[in-house]
Nanobody, 121 residues
Framework: QVQLVESGGGLVQAGGSLRLSCVVSGSIFSINAMGWYRQAPGKQRELVALTISGGGTNYADSVKGRFAISRDYAKNTVYLQMNGLKPEDTAAYYC???????????????WGQGTQVTVSS
């Protein structure tokens, strides 16, 4: 069994900063990639930032230069540092990890429960 637990969301004024954390636990053999997605009311879930084992990263154009994703391999934790927040960043943020467990030969995606980020103008 695998669990992803997010923390760090909240209410912040425009221009402010937040740092999201996501800890992965369970019967993990390997984690191929970790990332953050977000979903605003009435919109589809979208990729915010992704980090791939080995060091590659990818960001949505809307957050480039403002957000930074990082990963602590020893702690199975991924972070999202969000600076210069804008009202349009308001959404539920979900942690995602592509994981191969001890019980399977295949990797699959796992999701956290989501953490709300609200940016006031």
């Amino acid at each position: 069994q695998v669990q992803l637990v997010e923390s760090g969301g909240g209410l912040v004024q425009a221009g402010g900063s937040l740092r999201l954390s996501c800890v992965v636990s369970g019967s993990i053999f390997s984690i191929n990639a970790m990332g953050w997605y977000r979903q605003a009311p009435g919109k589809q879930r979208e990729l915010v930032a992704l980090t791939i084992s080995g060091g590659g990263t990818n960001y949505a154009d809307s957050v480039k230069g403002r957000f930074a994703i990082s990963r602590d391999y020893a702690k199975n934790t991924v972070y999202l540092q969000m600076n210069g927040l804008k009202p349009e960043d308001t959404a539920a943020y979900y942690c995602n990890a592509r994981i191969k467990t001890l019980a399977s030969d295949l990797s699959r995606d796992y999701w956290g429960q989501g953490t709300q980020v609200t940016v006031s103008s």
